[in-house]
């Protein structure tokens, strides 16, 4: 086997014999070689969500084998691979399309590995048939060659997911002011995130950022065809297991709009830089529910939460346009203090009439509160 680059991450790596899964093709040495070598870093550097992912597969080893996917979509292994355009940026990422039916999520810089490193491990938890939950495809390695940001010796890991046509907040806004809306679709929404929930809460995985851009779908072929929706973006999961584990995560870019009361301040005063600085309560697979509940009600109003409220006064369209992030967050606090998130987002009467079964289902969802178990039951 041919010796793979090395970076200063890298020089001390030790590889690992062949694996079952290597003997029957299905991994890359080379990739295998540094994603062990990856994955004991973040173990030495006190990750301690890599400690508890090595003991639901027994090692960092297998951890690794398991990891790793399909070959053939190894940039590592085929440099004849290329990236396509850039379909999206985070706050740690960029997303790329790779050929027609993938697309690759890597780092911006190698300081960010960890953070990709976890949501490979979260979501290979998560891979299960059925479940609503974006598939994972493999780990792959990627140098200046593949991404012109990278330095010249760097190799930062990248997730090779499944491509999907758009998400669910470009749908809405594809769909916004369409006179005969399609019930049929906001109930499978409803199934599909409430499967994805009910899986993430067996495995005990928050997800702490669910928002409409991280619901995925692609269009249905032919009018028989069931819109589905998988949840997608696990940048800022992690695993919530108090009678063993406290895995806090240093990553956490939350989105405001749809924060549970419990999760901001309501210190109107108090100085704010990001999101993240609102967040005071702990995320729990509760507060992904809250979150859930106000991507389904999007769906109903053509809308973010709460932008119709900010922009539905003269007041409030001369601040929408000179506003600063810091007073609109201020602004976004002062809403959602007030737990009231339906009739604030709710401006036309008639949605009422409309949605209201839906809106019943909303209702028990984002003021009474009520777990998971009892909402899966008014699916029946």
């Given at each position: 086997?041919?010796t ?15 694996s079952p899964e290597?003997?029957e ?8 070689d540094l ?6 870093l973040c173990s ?8 508890v ?8 080893a ?6 790793y996917g ?13 990236i396509g ?10 997303i790329?399309?790779l050929e027609?039916r ?12 960890d953070?990709?490193?976890?949501e490979a491990?979260?979501?290979?938890l ?7 939950i ?9 140098g ?14 990248a ?6 046509e758009l998400?669910l907040?470009?749908y ?20 599909d995130?409430?499967?994805a ?8 995985i ?10 995925l779908?692609?269009?249905p072929?032919?009018?028989t ?7 997608a973006d696990?940048t800022s999961?992690?695993?919530e ?6 895995t ?6 939350t989105?405001?709009?749809y ?8 210190f ?9 600085s ?14 859930a509940?106000?991507?389904l ?9 709460y932008?119709?409220l ?6 409030n ?21 007030k ?6 987002n709710i ?24 777990p998971l178990?009892?909402?899966m039951?008014?699916?029946?």
């Amino acid at each position: 086997m041919d010796t793979p680059p090395t970076s200063p991450a890298f020089t001390t790596s030790r590889y690992m014999p062949l694996s079952p899964e290597l003997k029957e093709g299905k991994c890359s040495q080379s990739s295998l070689d540094l994603l062990q070598s990856d994955l004991e870093l973040c173990s030495k550097n006190g990750n301690k969500v890599m400690d508890v992912m090595a003991l639901y597969h027994g090692t960092l080893a297998s951890v690794a084998c398991q990891v790793y996917g399909d070959r053939n979509v190894d940039l590592y292994l085929n440099p004849s691979l290329k990236i396509g355009k850039v379909r999206d940026r985070g706050s740690v990422s960029f997303i790329f399309d790779l050929e027609d039916r993938y697309v690759i999520k890597c780092p911006m810089s190698r300081r960010k590995y960890d953070i990709i490193l976890r949501e490979a491990l979260i979501l290979r938890l998560l891979q299960a048939p059925d479940n609503n939950i974006v598939p994972l495809i493999g780990v792959t390695y990627l140098g200046k060659s593949h991404f012109r940001h990278l330095r010249a010796n760097e190799l930062v890991p990248a997730l090779v997911l499944q491509k999907f046509e758009l998400n669910l907040h470009t749908y809405i806004n594809m769909h916004r002011g369409d006179i005969q809306p399609d019930k049929g679709v906001w109930h499978s929404l409803l199934r599909d995130i409430l499967c994805a929930l009910k899986f993430m809460k067996s495995k005990n995985i928050v997800h702490r950022d669910i928002k409409t851009s991280n619901i995925l779908l692609n269009l249905p072929r032919h009018d028989t065809d069931t819109t589905r929706f998988y949840l997608a973006d696990f940048t800022s999961a992690d695993i919530e297991d108090p009678e063993e584990f406290n895995t806090t995560h240093d990553h956490v870019d939350t989105t405001l709009e749809y924060c549970a009361p419990e999760l901001i301040s309501f210190f109107s005063d108090m100085p704010m830089s990001n999101h993240s600085s609102h967040i005071v309560g702990t995320p729990s697979m509760h507060t992904d529910l809250y979150a859930a509940g106000l991507c389904l009600l999007s769906f109903i109003t053509g809308y973010e939460p709460y932008d119709q409220l900010f922009n539905s006064s003269s007041t409030n369209e001369t601040r929408s346009r000179s506003a600063s992030p810091v007073q609109k967050s201020q602004w976004l606090i002062n809403a959602i203090s007030k737990m009231d998130p339906i009739s604030l987002n709710i401006q036309d009467q008639r949605i009422y009439d409309i949605w209201r079964e839906e809106l019943q289902i909303l209702n028990a969802i984002l003021v009474e509160r009520k777990p998971l178990e009892e909402i899966m039951q008014l699916l029946h």
